[in-house]
Structure formats: C-alpha cells, structure tokens
C-alpha cells in the first residue's frame, strides 16, 4: 500500500482483503463433486507436501494456529474461546504504524464477538463506523479508526454452521498516539 494513500482507498484496500480472506475462510469441501467434469481434461498441479499454502507462513511476522509475536494483544485481545486461525504483525518501515490481521473462529453469536474485539478498541480512543463498501454475505462488518485515521482496522465476521470467522485487518500503533 502506497504511503500517502488516503484513509478510504486503505479502507477500500482492506475491505477487499478481508473479503478475500473471508471467502477462502468460507470454502469448504465436505461435499466434493462426484462426476467427472465435462469439457476441458487439462491436469492441474497440487503443492508437493512440502510446499505451504499460506504465503510467508515461514515469515517471522505471522503465525498460523496462535498469535504471532509482537502482535498487539492489549489492544486487540483474542476473545474468550475462540480459535486462532492466523495472525500476523509486521512493523511498516518508516512509520510508527503496525500493520495486523488475525483470523480466528468462535462460537460465540455474532454480536457479541464484535463486541468483544471492539470494546477495547473504543476503549483505546477508536471510533467505529461503517465500511465504505460492505460486503454481501458477511453476518456483520465495523471499521475502528482513530487520530488522523492512520489507525484503521477493518472487522468481517462470516457465520456459518454454527461458527463465525472473522478476520480482522489493518494498521495500527502500538502505543497511544
């Protein structure tokens, strides 16, 4: 993301990367095809069982299945029960800003898992609003800003069976502006 952006084309930039990550989060094969598909007999390679599926998963910036290192956990706090997917914190060069996601799913209704990720950011002198392009589909969605709106976070939460993944994403400081 270009360094002089403004706060809308970051709040548009995230949207668009949570509602990625959120429809990868959503896919599913427990009901595989059972046919053979019609036209087209082009092989498609898989990853050898070595190869990782999640880019930079050796990075020493993101973790899958807990919080990574250096992630701002007073600020944004993994709510009570729920299940770290991935996270990632990395520091943007030449700012004081943070640049975060986390992935988890929960079983808690939706409302009160926004509130529980939300709650300390207000408390920490965010402001909520709403995304400037919602995405369909998605049981809830917030945008947390604070200061000149360098700070922004972008919160999508997909219910599904009984589970809800939300994805969070976006730049943070780690200490009070």
Known sequence: MPSRSTPVAR???VAALVATMLCVAGC???NPGTGP???????????????????????THSAVGEVVAG???DLVPVPAGAE???SSAEPVQGTDLTEISLNLRSEQDTAALLAAVGAPLLAAGFVEGTPPAPEPGLAAQSTF???????LL??????RDDQRTLTLGGRVRTTSP
């Open 28 to 30: 599913s094969t427990s």
């Open 37 to 59: 598909a019609a036209g087209s007999t082009a092989v498609t390679a898989s990853p050898a069982p070595t190869e990782t599926l999640l880019p930079g998963a050796d990075s």
């Open 154 to 159: 972008l919160v999508g939460i997909l219910d």
């Open 145 to 151: 800003t604070r200061g000149d709106g360098s700070e």
């Open 11 to 13: 709040a548009a930039a």
């Open 84 to 86: 770290v997917l991935v």
């Open 71 to 73: 992630f701002p956990v």
